[in-house]
C-alpha cells in the first residue's frame, strides 16, 4: 500500500475524505465504459471536467489535512 509519506493515525483520519474519492472514481469509471445514455461530446467533456477538477480538489485538500494532521502528532510528541 503506498502511503503518501504519512502515518496511519493520519490515513485513518482522513479515511472520511476518501470514500467520497472512491466513489468519484467508480461512478466516473462506470460511466465511461457503459455510456449509458449516449450524451454529445460538448456534456461528457463539462459533466467530466467538473468531476476529475472536484476529485483533485478534494485529493489536494485531504493531503494538505493529513499533513497538518502528521505536524500536530509530530508537535505533540
Not at 4 to 27: C, K, Q, T, W, Y
Not at 58 to 66: M, P, S, W
Amino acid at each position: 500500500m503506498v502511503s503518501l509519506g504519512l502515518s496511519r493515525e493520519s490515513l485513518r483520519d482522513i479515511s472520511g475524505n476518501l470514500v467520497p474519492l472512491v466513489i468519484l472514481a467508480f461512478f466516473g469509471l462506470w460511466f465511461a465504459l457503459e455510456a449509458p445514455w449516449g450524451w454529445p461530446p460538448l456534456s461528457i467533456v463539462l459533466v467530466y471536467g467538473l468531476v476529475i477538477s472536484l476529485g483533485a480538489v478534494l485529493f489536494g485538500v485531504t493531503y494538505v489535512t493529513a499533513l497538518a494532521f502528521d505536524a500536530a502528532d509530530a508537535e505533540r510528541e
